[in-house]
């Protein structure tokens, strides 16, 4: 990763995995559309459904939408399907976008635009309901680059998400999501397989990409504890607490000392918390054993790390 040292990268390659049961349950696809009815662009979501009905009837849910109001009440049926069936409902969206969010008909006479940041609510609640098993596939002519909006938490808006880093053309784009939906009913569908095999089928250098948040997740967590932990960091840090220490609470220098000396574990439980509660370990334990990864053991490589680093500054290494 660009934002740490090369000694820190060598660390970074050394830490404990994720385990390697990720797989993904869905049930069904649940197609929101989101183009002016005058759009002289084919509605490449409803092209998709009518196919989908002739491999199997009632596997998709074909929902037409004026409005980002509208889009957004769609995901909410979606979730409250997904509760009350235990369904887990891919969910496409077809749409104009960009890296800022998705631009549809305002239900009147012009176009308004959905900011990928009002969308993560509503992705965070449908993926909770699908026990955090929701693959969205963004289904834009004019390109796809809003996956930075999905580091967020507290819980994982996604668990992956498909779509294309360039603009493509309708036909080809419809050709890609209909080869993407044909391999995901394989019987042990492959996320990857699955997407090259759509861009293959688009063809013209069309590249459909897979992101998944576990993988995004990890990287940014991980690397936030190496930079966050730099010896540098940890003595600025300890030394604007000391003194916030002694100013406000009247604490002894030991007492301070014994505070100051809690926070390593402190912060790993801290962070340990965050990981477990994207990944929903809290509300459904099962989650542990396709996203458990013990950030105690982590964070003790990067103490290790940062003594054996002063030592080796200490001694001229």
Same mark, same amino acid.
């Given at each position: 990763?660009?934002?740490?040292?090369?000694? &820190?990268?060598?660390?970074? &390659? $050394?830490?404990?995995?994720?385990?390697?049961?990720?797989?993904?349950?869905?049930?069904?696809?649940?197609? !929101?559309?989101?183009?002016?009815?005058?759009?002289?662009?084919?509605?490449?979501?409803?092209? #998709?459904?009518?196919?989908?009905?002739?491999?199997?009837?009632?596997?998709?849910?074909?929902?037409?939408?004026?409005?980002?109001?509208?889009?957004?009440?769609?995901?909410?049926?979606?979730?409250?399907?997904?509760?009350?069936?235990?369904?887990?409902?891919?969910?496409?969206?077809?749409?104009?976008?960009?890296?800022?969010?998705?631009?549809?008909?305002?239900?009147? +006479?012009?176009?308004?635009?959905?900011?990928? $940041?009002?969308?993560?609510?509503?992705?965070?609640?449908?993926?909770?309901?699908?026990?955090? /098993?929701?693959?969205?596939?963004?289904?834009?002519? $004019?390109?796809?680059?809003?996956?930075?909006?999905?580091?967020?938490?507290?819980?994982?808006?996604?668990?992956?998400?498909?779509?294309?880093?360039?603009?493509?053309?309708?036909?080809?784009?419809?050709?890609?999501?209909?080869?993407?939906?044909?391999?995901?009913? +394989?019987? /042990?569908?492959?996320?990857?397989?699955?997407?090259?095999? =759509?861009?293959?089928?688009?063809?013209?250098?069309?590249?459909?990409?897979?992101?998944?948040?576990?993988?995004?997740?990890?990287?940014? #967590?991980?690397?936030?504890?190496?930079?966050?932990?730099?010896?540098?960091?940890?003595?600025?840090?300890?030394?604007?607490?000391?003194?916030?220490? =002694?100013?406000?609470?009247?604490?002894? &220098?030991?007492?301070?000392?014994?505070?100051?000396?809690?926070?390593?574990?402190?912060?790993?439980?801290?962070?340990?918390?965050?990981? @477990?509660?994207?990944?929903?370990? +809290? #509300?459904?334990?099962? /989650?542990?054993?396709?996203?458990?990864?013990?950030?105690?053991? !982590?964070? $003790?490589?990067?103490?290790?790390?940062? &003594?054996?680093?002063?030592?080796? @500054?200490?001694?001229?290494?």
């Amino acid at each position: 990763m660009t934002e740490l040292t090369n000694m &820190e990268n060598a660390l970074w &390659e $050394r830490f404990p995995r994720l385990p390697h049961t990720g797989s993904i349950s869905t049930s069904n696809v649940w197609i !929101i559309e989101w183009l002016a009815a005058g759009d002289t662009e084919r509605k490449t979501g409803k092209l #998709l459904h009518e196919r989908m009905e002739q491999w199997r009837t009632g596997w998709s849910c074909y929902i037409p939408c004026r409005s980002k109001e509208e889009v957004i009440q769609a995901i909410r049926r979606a979730t409250r399907y997904a509760e009350n069936t235990g369904a887990n409902p891919i969910l496409h969206l077809e749409a104009h976008g960009n890296e800022d969010g998705l631009e549809g008909p305002n239900g009147v +006479d012009g176009l308004e635009f959905l900011e990928w $940041r009002e969308l993560m609510p509503e992705l965070r609640a449908l993926n909770v309901a699908t026990r955090c /098993n929701l693959v969205v596939f963004i289904a834009a002519c $004019r390109g796809f680059a809003g996956i930075g909006a999905l580091t967020e938490g507290p819980r994982a808006p996604a668990l992956a998400l498909v779509g294309c880093l360039d603009d493509v053309l309708p036909g080809r784009l419809l050709d890609g999501t209909m080869e993407f939906y044909r391999r995901w009913r +394989d019987s /042990n569908p492959r996320l990857r397989d699955i997407v090259e095999s =759509a861009s293959q089928q688009a063809g013209g250098g069309v590249l459909f990409v897979p992101e998944s948040f576990t993988a995004i997740a990890y990287e940014a #967590l991980t690397a936030q504890m190496i930079k966050s932990m730099r010896p540098s960091e940890r003595t600025a840090w300890t030394l604007r607490m000391r003194l916030r220490l =002694a100013n406000e609470t009247g604490l002894t &220098e030991q007492d301070i000392d014994l505070r100051l000396s809690m926070y390593p574990a402190a912060l790993a439980e801290h962070w340990q918390q965050i990981w @477990d509660e994207l990944f929903m370990m +809290d #509300l459904y334990p099962e /989650n542990r054993l396709r996203f458990g990864l013990d950030i105690h053991e !982590i964070f $003790r490589q990067i103490i290790q790390f940062n &003594e054996q680093y002063q030592h080796d @500054d200490a001694c001229g290494l």
